[in-house]
């Protein structure tokens, strides 16, 4: 079976795109998602995404890591799927419904509300999620006293004075993988370095370093909101590019930024199943 794919990307965090909404395709697995996403064997992507119809809203976006894992949201592949699909849309994810809007050059997203209960990011037990009472360390020193929040996906936000001088590629693959994290978390390194201005290193779940995580700036930046580091719309410098996040009065979270069409084309399923 002949497949076409279509390779996007959001600031360097890349997927593969799949459309299952008018020609059916066998089901997803895990290993198939992982073959895909290998970047010696396979197309090579950091995400790939599966659109699917849905009963209850215009589609439905399913959302598999590198690794093969399902996750719940990812608000580049967000931006880009609704790049893709051209007009203003509420969408369903595993991590709740999201509405979608393109806008020239890219996309604005409604993630919706962010989760802050230690069983909603989940925990493994009870804490204060605003300043969790836990650290890690690696050699620039002690990370500590992080933030946890859900914004689709589970969060985890450290703040410190250099995003560079913390080696996460070293320790995000600990902390990712910590039994505090019940399913797993995604590692956040931000400092403030200017007005309503964040700059952000991700550790992503099932992913590793990524050049720019959707999610993981709605999550730092509601953070750094919560903590009164930054006022209600702050702009994110990921090493890929910039996000602006805003958590509007109707409690939901607004990302905007830009999306990209990088090439089209088609496999055989076999050659990957």
Request: charge should be negative; include cysteine.
């Amino acid at each position: 079976m002949r497949v076409p794919f279509i390779k996007m990307h959001g600031l360097g965090n890349d997927f593969i795109v799949l459309d299952a909404r008018e020609t059916a395709l066998p089901p997803m697995t895990n290993g198939l998602a992982r073959a895909l996403a290998d970047r010696r064997e396979g197309i090579g992507c950091d995400q790939l995404i599966l659109l699917e119809e849905s009963d209850s809203h215009a589609f439905k976006m399913r959302i598999f890591n590198s690794d093969g894992g399902e996750v719940e949201a990812c608000g580049n592949a967000s931006r880009a799927v609704a790049l893709l699909h051209g007009e203003r849309a509420q969408i369903e994810t595993a991590g709740g419904a999201i509405t979608l809007e393109p806008a020239e050059g890219g996309a604005s997203v409604d993630m919706g509300a962010p989760e802050f209960a230690w069983d909603k990011i989940p925990l493994a037990f009870a804490m204060d999620t605003l300043n969790m009472p836990v650290s890690w360390s690696d050699e620039s020193g002690d990370l500590d006293a992080p933030m946890a929040v859900n914004v689709g996906n589970p969060h985890v936000v450290f703040f410190t004075k250099d995003t560079n001088t913390v080696k996460l590629g070293q320790i995000g693959p600990e902390i990712e993988n910590d039994p505090l994290f019940t399913e797993g978390i995604n590692v956040n390194v931000a400092s403030v370095v200017g007005d309503n201005h964040l700059r952000l290193n991700v550790w992503e779940r099932g992913a590793g370093l990524t050049r720019a995580c959707g999610t993981g700036a709605c999550a730092t930046a509601i953070a750094a909101m919560k903590r009164g580091l930054v006022g209600r719309s702050a702009t994110v410098s990921l090493p890929g590019g910039d996000l602006v996040i805003e958590w509007r009065d109707d409690n939901s979270i607004l990302m905007t930024g830009p999306a990209t069409e990088a090439y089209r084309g088609s496999f055989e399923w076999d050659d990957f199943a």
